[in-house]
C-alpha cells in the first residue's frame, strides 16, 4: 500500500512542507483558543444567571480547544481528484484536506485541519483501490513524542501500485502504551467506521472478541454522534456505562481527547443506587434469580396489589351543597386506570382528578359555572384525598422489596406460577430487616426497587448510551439500562465468551429483549488489532468449552516469541518466578500488568514489595516511572497492558462458583497483552490450554 516512506532524518521537501503545516495548524488553533479567552460577556447578558451560563460555555469552548501535546492535530491527509461538493472546472485540481481529531481553521475561516468525524473525511477510513471515492491520494502521517517524522503515501487510482500493509499504521496500532486508554481515530478501520458512524436512531449490537477494539468503536461513535447530532444529544443527554471504576478510569481520557467534554460515566450499581446504598451481597443462586426477568412481573404484580376497589361512596361538602359520587362510579375509574396500565404513581395523581371532575359534572348540571381552580380544590378535599388513599395509596419502591424478601406469604402470593417454592426460598431473606434504613441491600436488592421505582414513576430516558462489557448483565439489569434510553438509542458492546458472571447471558436476541432493543442490528467484530496472533490462537483454545460456536477472532498481526509457557519446578518458588518475569518483561518499553487469582494477589504483592518492586492497582494510571500494574483477575476485563504475567491459571479457574465461569475469567486474562504474554504454572495446566 505505500507508495513513499519519509524518516525522520529526511530533508525532503514534502516532510518540511507537512511540518510547516503543523506548526500553522497549532499556532491557528491557539489563536482559536485566545480568541474565545477574550471574549467579554458584561454588556451581552441581561442578568446573572444568563451570565453564569454564558460563562460555563465559554470555559467549556476553552478547554475543548486545548492543543494536547502529545495528541497530535492531524494524523492524514486525503487529496481529492475533483472538487469536493462542486462540478471541476478546466484545468482545476481537487481539494486537499488535512484528517484530525479537531476542526481548525485560519484567520479568515478556510480549514486547516478537518474534523474526522466530517462526512469529508470518511474516505479517509472507507476508500480503496476499489473504490477511491474520487481520492487520488491518502497520506498518513507517523510522530515520535509529537513530532511528525515520517508520512506515507497510497495512490488509490494508480493501478501500478501494489497493495502493502501499511507500516505506520502497524506501528500505531502497536505503538507501546502508559496511561490510559487511548483513542484510535489514526487506526479505524474500514467495517469499525461503518458502526462508529451508523445513525443515532437505532441501537447497535458489537459482539467482538479481545483485541477488536470494540470499545473504542462504542467511545468514537458517542463523539461521532455528538458532532452530527449535537443540538439534540445536548438537550437529551449521553451515558457510556462500564463494569467498575477501575474500567472507566481506564477510558476517561477517549472523549476528552476528542475534543468531547460533557459525557457522563457511570456503571450500573451507579445508576440503581441513587437512593440506596449497598451494604450486602448475595450468595451466587439467589443473585441469579433476583436478576431473572420474572422478577419485573413479581414486582408488577405486588404494586398492583395495593389497589382496593371502592365500596363506599366519596361526599364532597362545598359550602351548603353535598355532592355523592357513588361507590360504582369509583369502580369505574379504577377499572379504567388500570387498564390504561398507567405508572402506579401517575394513576394515583390521576384518580383525585378524575374523583373532582366527576363532582363538576354534577355541579353543572346544577346551574354552577366551575373552573379548574374549583376542580383543583375539589381533588384536595379532605374526603378525596381520605378515599384515594384507601383506593390507591402512595407506595414507596424501598418498602415494597423489602415486604416481598421478608414476607413469605406477600412473596408467594405475588409470584405464584412466577417462581417455585424453592426459588422463593432462596431469596427470602433468613432475619428480615426491621426498616428500610437498617438493611444490608445487595446490589440485586437494588435493582429490584429502581424496577419498582420505575412502576411507580417513569424513569428519566437519555438520548444515547453506550454499554461496555454487557454481556455480563442480568435481565433484570438490561432492564435497569434499557430504562435509562427507552425514548433514545443504545450501542451495545460485548463478547459472549468474555461472560463472567453466574447470570451472564448466552444470547444477543435475549439481552438486547431484555434491554426493550429487540430490533437492534448485531454487528461482528473478528478482526483482531492489539492481541498477538500466538496469543489470542492460544487463548482460542478454551472457546469450545466457554462459548461453542463463537468464531475465533482472527488476529492480524503476527509476533513470533510473543507467547511464552512456562511450568515453574514447585509452587514454593513460583513467586520468586514471577517476580522474575515481571522483571523480563519491564525490559520492554510499556506498561506490565500482572493478573492473578484474587486469593494470589497478597502473596504477589508481598513478594513484589520484597524485592523493591512498586506496584499501581487497576484503574491507577501507569506512567514511564510505575509501569507494573498488580491486577486482580476479578477486575482484568476491559483492560489491556502491553506485556502481561499470568500467575497460576488453575488457580485463575478454581476462583469462581463454577468451571465455565472459570474459564471465561481465564479467557479475559489471557488476552489482555498487546505484545507479550507470560503463562506461569506450578500445577497442571486446565485441560483446554494442555
Not at 474520487?134 to 497510497?154: I, M, S
Not at 444490608?440 to 424513569?459: H, P, Y
Amino acid at each position: 500500500m505505500p507508495a513513499h516512506v519519509a524518516e525522520s532524518d529526511s530533508t525532503t521537501d514534502p516532510l518540511a512542507h507537512e511540518r510547516a503545516h503543523l506548526a500553522a495548524s497549532r499556532a491557528a488553533l491557539r489563536a482559536m483558543r485566545e480568541d474565545v479567552q477574550a471574549l467579554d460577556i458584561r454588556d451581552v447578558t441581561a442578568n446573572w444567571v444568563n451570565a453564569v451560563v454564558l460563562q460555563a460555555q465559554i470555559d467549556d469552548r476553552i478547554k475543548a480547544l486545548a492543543d494536547l501535546s502529545h495528541t497530535p492535530l492531524f494524523f492524514g491527509r486525503l487529496d481529492y481528484l475533483h472538487p469536493v461538493g462542486g462540478e471541476l472546472a478546466e484545468g482545476a485540481e481537487g481539494e486537499q484536506f488535512y484528517i484530525g481529531r479537531r476542526h481548525v481553521h485560519d484567520a479568515v475561516g478556510d480549514p486547516m485541519v478537518i474534523d474526522w468525524r466530517a462526512p469529508v473525511s470518511q474516505p479517509y477510513y472507507q476508500a480503496s483501490p476499489k473504490n477511491p471515492q474520487d481520492v487520488g491520494l491518502r497520506r498518513r502521517f507517523g510522530y515520535t513524542g509529537g513530532e511528525l517524522t515520517a508520512y506515507e503515501d497510497e495512490h488509490l487510482t494508480d493501478p501500478t501500485e501494489a497493495a502493502q500493509t501499511s507500516r505506520l499504521l502497524q506501528t500505531e496500532i502497536e505503538r507501546p502504551r502508559v496511561g490510559p486508554m487511548r483513542d484510535i481515530v489514526a487506526t479505524i478501520q474500514p467495517e469499525q467506521d461503518e458502526i462508529v458512524r451508523s445513525d443515532l436512531g437505532g441501537t447497535v449490537c458489537v459482539q467482538g472478541g479481545p483485541g477488536t477494539g470494540k470499545t473504542a468503536v462504542g467511545l468514537h461513535r458517542v463523539a461521532y454522534l455528538l458532532y452530527a447530532h449535537r443540538d439534540r444529544l445536548a438537550r437529551t443527554g449521553t451515558l457510556v456505562i462500564g463494569p467498575n471504576r477501575s474500567f472507566l478510569h481506564y477510558i476517561e481520557q477517549v472523549l476528552p481527547a476528542l475534543g468531547e467534554l460533557e459525557v457522563k460515566q457511570a456503571t450500573v450499581d451507579d445508576l440503581v443506587t441513587a437512593h440506596v446504598e449497598v451494604r450486602g451481597t448475595d450468595e451466587a443462586a439467589a443473585a441469579v434469580i433476583k436478576g431473572d426477568a420474572r422478577m419485573a412481573q413479581v414486582l408488577r404484580r405486588a404494586i398492583r396489589s395495593h389497589v382496593t376497589p371502592p365500596t363506599e361512596p366519596v361526599v364532597v361538602v362545598r359550602g351548603s351543597r353535598r355532592w355523592r359520587v357513588p361507590a360504582y362510579e369509583l369502580a369505574e375509574m379504577v377499572d379504567e386506570l388500570l387498564a390504561r396500565d398507567m405508572r402506579y404513581g401517575a394513576a394515583h395523581e390521576a384518580l383525585p382528578q378524575r374523583i373532582a371532575h366527576s363532582v363538576l359534572v354534577r355541579m353543572e348540571e346544577a346551574g354552577e359555572a366551575p373552573d379548574d381552580r374549583v376542580q383543583n380544590a375539589v381533588a384536595r378535599n379532605p374526603s378525596v384525598k381520605a378515599a384515594v388513599k384507601a383506593i390507591w395509596p402512595a407506595v414507596d419502591p424501598a418498602k415494597l422489596v423489602l415486604r416481598l424478601l421478608s414476607d413469605a406469604e406477600f412473596l408467594a402470593a405475588h409470584a405464584k406460577g412466577l417462581l417455585s417454592e424453592d426459588e422463593q426460598k432462596r431469596i427470602l431473606w433468613a432475619k428480615p430487616a426491621r426498616s428500610v434504613k437498617s438493611v444490608k441491600w445487595s446490589a440485586a436488592d437494588a435493582v429490584l426497587i429502581d424496577e419498582a421505582g420505575d412502576l411507580v414513576a417513569r424513569t428519566h430516558s437519555l438520548g444515547h448510551v453506550v454499554l461496555d462489557e454487557a454481556q455480563d448483565l442480568s435481565p433484570m439489569q438490561y432492564r435497569a439500562v434499557g430504562r435509562r434510553c427507552s425514548t433514545g438509542s443504545a450501542t451495545v458492546l460485548g463478547d459472549l465468551a468474555q461472560g463472567t458472571t453466574p447470570w451472564s447471558t448466552d444470547s444477543w436476541a435475549q439481552a438486547l429483549f431484555h434491554l426493550g432493543k429487540a430490533d437492534a442490528v448485531v454487528e461482528e467484530l473478528t478482526a483482531g488489532f492489539r492481541v498477538p496472533r500466538e496469543v489470542i490462537a492460544y487463548a482460542s483454545r478454551l472457546l469450545p468449552e466457554i462459548s461453542p460456536g463463537l468464531a475465533a477472532v482472527e488476529s492480524v498481526r503476527e509476533s513470533p516469541g510473543s507467547l511464552v509457557v512456562r511450568e515453574v519446578a514447585g509452587a514454593d518458588v513460583l513467586d520468586a518466578a514471577v517476580v522474575a518475569a515481571c522483571e523480563e518483561s519491564l525490559g520492554h518499553e510499556g506498561s506490565i500488568g500482572l493478573i492473578a487469582a484474587d486469593a494470589r494477589i497478597p502473596a504477589l504483592a508481598e513478594a513484589l514489595t520484597a524485592a523493591g518492586h512498586a506496584y499501581l492497582s487497576p484503574g491507577e494510571e501507569t506512567t514511564a516511572e510505575s509501569r507494573l500494574t498488580l491486577v486482580p483477575a476479578s477486575l482484568a476485563k476491559g483492560l489491556e497492558y502491553d506485556y502481561v504475567v499470568l500467575d497460576e491459571p488453575a488457580a485463575v479457574v478454581d476462583g469462581e462458583p463454577d468451571e465455565r465461569t472459570g474459564l471465561r475469567r481465564l479467557y479475559v486474562a489471557l488476552t489482555r497483552a498487546v505484545s507479550g504474554l507470560t503463562v506461569l504454572h506450578a500445577g497442571g495446566l486446565p485441560g483446554a490450554l494442555r
